[in-house]
């Protein structure tokens, strides 16, 4: 099969570039909003380097500490409080579990009432989305220290603020699921009659449930890491003694509570991924061997 190449004379592009020009070049508008938008970015990033002092000769000073630091952390030693270490990780691990179910029921009806589709109402909608973003724009370590200092020093305080942050979360997370749902069984469930509580039974949860479970097995993976945090500030579990040892600096003790920390995240990080892939009907892929 033969071919030829077809070339354009100056005319047609000339005719082309008038009719569509922004095929050939953004228009000067949008490339000044561009540079300035870029320029802005470069601006406010080199005074940030320049306020805290972010220098490449800082950075190679602090290299030598790091090193010695790193050094001091091997081998990692558990010596007497191995057994006290495991039940302070287990103990990291309830309170994100906890924590993450309460929320994660919670967070339901708080998703319900800012879906559009569902609440029709804009002034409903307005209040309880302003109250989930007031629920999750506090961080979890400042909801900490204020229930550490309403219920004290232990697990609760860090159980009651990851109800109260991700319960916000949650809620965000469901709404947009309910809101993405297919209209064709709730318009079925209506036209059968049913009411509104029918409609969300019936229309809504079967297809948004496993959307809502997946989301709450992530903020279970991450709030074992957060707990742990949460534990740095008084909230109990494992963070106390990794606070305690780094303060002390036990640097050996220091580096066996991180690896038991690691551990324990890369398995619920495994458990869940494997659930949340048969949530949502998908198997993930295994290598064949040869």
């Not at 009719?19 to 990033?45: D, H, K, N």
């Not at 708080?110 to 559009?116: Q, W």
């Not at 398995?267 to 009907?281: K, N, Q």
Request: glycine share 10%.
């Amino acid at each position: 099969m033969n071919t030829r190449s077809v070339g354009l004379d100056p005319g047609a592009i000339a005719r082309a570039r008038l009719i569509g020009p922004g095929a050939f070049e953004a228009p000067l508008r949008q490339r000044l909003m561009l540079w300035l938008v870029t320029g802005g970015v470069g601006a406010f990033t080199a005074y940030c380097l320049v306020l805290f002092e972010v220098s490449p000769l800082r950075l190679w000073q602090g290299l030598d500490k790091l090193v010695d630091v790193l050094g001091h952390m091997f081998p990692p030693t558990a010596k007497d409080s191995g057994w006290d270490y495991a039940y302070a990780m287990l103990q990291t691990v309830a309170m994100a579990f906890l924590g993450t179910v309460i929320a994660s029921i919670l967070a339901i009806p708080l998703g319900i009432a800012c879906a559009k589709n569902l609440v029709p109402n804009w002034v409903v909608r307005f209040v309880f989305r302003r109250s989930n973003d007031v629920l999750r724009g506090v961080d979890q370590m400042i909801w900490a220290l204020i229930f550490v200092r309403a219920v004290g020093l232990g697990p609760l305080a860090g159980i009651l603020a990851i109800i109260i942050s991700d319960t916000g979360t949650l809620a965000k997370l469901y709404s947009e699921a309910i809101e993405n749902a297919d209209k064709r069984p709730v318009e079925g469930v209506r036209a059968c009659g049913g009411n509104a509580l029918q409609t969300i039974r019936f229309g809504i949860l079967p297809q948004v449930l496993p959307i809502m479970l997946s989301n709450a097995l992530y903020i279970f993976e991450s709030n074992t890491r957060s707990a742990t945090i949460l534990g740095i500030v008084g909230a109990g579990g494992i963070g106390f003694y990794l606070a305690d040892r780094i303060r002390t600096m036990l640097w050996e003790e220091a580096s066996f509570i991180v690896l038991m920390i690691l551990a324990t995240v890369y398995a619920i990080d495994w458990a869940s991924r494997r659930v949340r892939s048969r949530l949502i009907g998908t198997t993930e892929s295994t290598p064949a061997l040869h």
